[in-house]
């Protein structure tokens, strides 16, 4: 069946690092993929998405590129800052012709940045 | 535009006793998931319901079950409460057409 995984965390960075966070997926076809982000105490926000290979997602800083061929979307950001700090998920779910289908989630990797 | 709501924000039930949750989708959206992240066991799909009908449900136990009313708006009931049921209950929503899923705050369901 599908699957994600992502990197153990915690991950720990100064203010202004480079980030990575690692996501690697299982799937039959083209599934649509996804990061979310949640911060503590809350519910979880879409960050960004991509929906085919090579289709780059983006959003507040944050970039994550489709690659099919390594099945991979690993998230980026290139100056991290405190106010980033929260566990992010990496997801995936159907295709387009099964539109609808259920979130596949990886297990979070939380992020702590320090000043 | 409101985002997806959810109520109430906590509760704390003994075990063996009944509980519903209540999600309010975001305007327009038709889909409705529910989905447990408990503790050491990650985000876990529960249901899916569409147009009023459940659509899929997740490897959890039938004493799970919902419903979801003409305005779109759902209920989680979980009946015969057990600790490890103890978890954040994520409502998400979905409009036709797309993929993306929008989350409620949640609702943090305790079991003494």
């Known amino acids: 069946g599908n699957s994600v995984t992502q990197m153990e965390g915690p991950v720990t960075l100064s203010e202004e690092a480079f980030l990575t966070i690692n996501c690697t997926y299982t799937a039959t076809g083209y599934p649509s993929l996804f990061w979310y982000v949640q911060y503590p105490g809350e519910g979880l926000q879409l960050l960004l998405k991509a929906t085919k290979a090579d289709d780059k997602g983006s959003n507040k800083g944050f970039e994550a590129t489709y690659r099919k061929e390594t099945t991979s979307f690993h998230l980026e950001k290139g100056s991290v800052q405190v106010s980033d700090s929260a566990v992010y998920f990496c997801?995936?779910?159907?295709?387009?012709?099964?539109?609808?289908?259920?979130?596949?989630f990886g297990k979070g990797t939380t992020l702590s940045v320090s000043s | 535009e409101a985002g997806v709501t959810q109520s109430p924000t906590h509760l704390i039930k003994t075990r063996g006793q009944q509980v519903t949750l209540r999600c309010s989708p975001i305007?327009?959206?038709?889909?409705v998931y529910w989905y447990q992240q408990a503790l050491g066991l990650g985000l876990q799909f529960l249901l899916w319901?569409?147009?009023?009908?459940?659509?899929n449900r997740g490897n959890f136990p039938p004493r799970f079950s919902g419903r979801q009313f003409p305005n779109y708006s759902s209920e989680l009931n979980v009946n015969a409460l057990e600790l490890e049921d103890s978890a954040l209950y994520l409502c998400?929503?979905?409009?036709?057409?797309?993929?993306?899923?929008?989350f409620g705050p949640g609702t943090r369901l305790t079991v003494l």
């Open positions: 319901y569409d147009e009023g009908e459940e659509r």
């Open positions: 998400a929503s979905r409009s036709r057409g797309h993929n993306e899923q929008f």
């Open positions: 305007s327009g959206h038709t889909s």
């Open positions: 997801a995936l779910s159907g295709e387009r012709d099964q539109a609808g289908t259920a979130l596949i």
